[in-house]
């Protein structure tokens, strides 16, 4: 399995910003990470596709939505409202599990990993 993300770039504070990650390979379950700058790396959303609802951090919720198109083998990550908090590199990971709702947050829990795309919002 492979993961491809791209999409990032430099936005203004309220713009939005779609996240792309091509997958190669069968997966069950998606998430999107991201490490700001001396900062741990933490969930952003993720999806167990064949089962259940996204998750999202509460940081996401309502401005942040996962979705997929198989058609295309890729994940999305639809981000709206960016502020400069959301600036961080983001990275895709995926498990060829089914990972149930309170693991999907765990990076532990993924197998395989994309590389990042780097977000930068100006306020």
């Known amino acids: 399995v492979q993961l491809q993300a791209s999409g990032g770039g430099l936005v203004q504070a309220g713009n939005s910003l779609k996240l792309s990650c091509a997958v190669s390979g069968r997966t069950v379950t998606t998430g999107w990470f991201r490490q700001a700058p001396g900062k741990e790396r933490e969930f952003v959303a993720g999806r167990r596709w064949n089962f259940g609802s996204a998750i999202y951090a509460d940081s996401a919720k309502g401005r942040f939505s996962i979705s997929r198109d198989n058609t295309k083998n890729t994940v999305y990550l639809q981000m709206n409202g960016l502020t400069s908090e959301d600036s961080a590199l983001y990275y895709c990971?995926?498990?060829?599990?089914?990972?149930?709702?309170?693991?999907?947050?765990?990076?532990?829990?993924?197998?395989?990993w994309g590389q990042g795309t780097q977000v930068t919002v100006s306020s």
């Open positions: 990971a995926a498990s060829q599990r089914g990972l149930i709702a309170s693991s999907i947050g765990r990076a532990e829990e993924y197998e395989y």
